[in-house]
């Protein structure tokens, strides 16, 4: 009997059980294979972008997750594509400009003009009417980070589905299963489907993460150093795994709009991925119902809070601190 059993083999509960681990506590890890949020995401870390109208205290986790990313990064070791070039939040008609400037004035950002944010990113097209640069905006590549929590974790990690958490031999079960969490613990977690897609082509057409409002549609583009080019996302209610027409033509049509040259790219992948959303769309971290503890529901921040919920639930497991702001039994 292992002394923590952690239950899900993504983002969430790899960066837990290595925390754990640091921590003097016998771990392991079952993974049930399932390519998880973590494997489609682009790996946005927008504390800002991201919690428009949030609940102040999930902005206030998103900060201090950003705030833990650089040293979170480091630590892994190897290169997982952190950078800090930052973010473009950009907008291209009137409309897209009122809609966008709702977030830009909470963010207290100054204005930049079109010729200003094309000397920043040449590439954008001239349509592109107004956007302001957010340092704190950054990216990290998901595919990266996992590979290298995995190759921390190695012989701690068990390819196995687990069916049930009567299974599971543990003086602690943290369940950390993404959408899968609601199959094992019946907590309220449902999947948000999202379509992104992935180009690639010679580096340096972009450099910035590019996050808009493109005719009433957001997008955003996501150029990693290698060339790859990540273009996200739907946001759509729904459990199926189908890449549709619809979703596909609406992305590259927006990103096409914002950036015409990514038309020239290789369009090299599709893929969908589901969220894992709750009733208030904030992550639960603690204890519920059966003594067990869950971390899941970060939907659309699975990447920015995974050094932030992996500090938490360390923080429960090794000193009994819990997090009421999150706790499941809110629901
Ligand atoms: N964080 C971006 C997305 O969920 O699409």
């Not at 079109?114 to 001239?126: G, K, V």
Request: with cysteine.
């Amino acid at each position: 009997m292992s002394d923590v059993a952690v239950v899900g083999g993504g983002i969430i509960g790899l960066s837990i059980a290595w925390r754990l681990v640091e921590r003097g506590r016998d771990v392991t890890v079952f993974d049930d294979g399932d390519e998880g949020a973590w494997h489609v995401a682009a790996g946005m870390l927008a504390p800002g972008g991201e919690s428009a109208f949030e609940d102040p205290k999930l902005v206030r986790l998103m900060e201090r997750s950003a705030d833990l990313w650089p040293g979170f990064a480091a630590e892994l070791g190897v290169d997982v594509g952190y950078d800090d070039t930052g973010t473009l939040s950009l907008a291209m008609t009137a409309d897209d400009v009122a809609e966008a400037a709702r977030v830009w004035t909470r963010q207290q950002l100054p204005l930049l003009r079109p010729t200003e944010l094309r000397e920043l990113e040449p590439a954008l097209s001239p349509r592109v009417r107004a956007g302001v640069h957010s340092p704190r905006e950054r990216q990290v590549d998901p595919r990266r980070v996992v590979a290298a929590l995995r190759e921390k974790l190695h012989d701690r990690i068990v390819p196995k589905r687990i069916e049930s958490l009567s299974d599971v031999d543990a003086t602690t079960v943290v369940v950390a299963a993404g959408c899968g969490t609601a199959r094992l613990t019946g907590l309220p977690v449902r999947p948000v489907k999202g379509q992104v897609l992935r180009l690639r082509g010679e580096p340096g057409l972009l450099r910035h993460v590019l996050d808009a409002t493109v005719d009433g549609r957001s997008v955003y583009v996501v150029p990693r150093r290698d060339g790859e080019i990540v273009v996200g996302a739907t946001q759509e209610e729904r459990t199926d795994r189908l890449v549709t027409a619809g979703g596909v033509y609406d992305l590259l049509r927006a990103a096409i709009e914002l950036v015409p040259g990514l038309a020239e790219l290789e369009l090299a992948e599709t893929t969908v991925g589901h969220r894992p959303g709750t009733p208030d769309n904030a992550p639960m971290i603690g204890f519920f119902g059966d003594g067990h503890i869950v971390a899941a529901g970060h939907h659309r921040n699975g990447i920015l809070l995974a050094p932030v919920t992996a500090e938490l639930v360390a923080d429960l497991v090794v000193e009994g601190r819990e997090c009421p702001d999150f706790d499941p039994r809110r629901f």
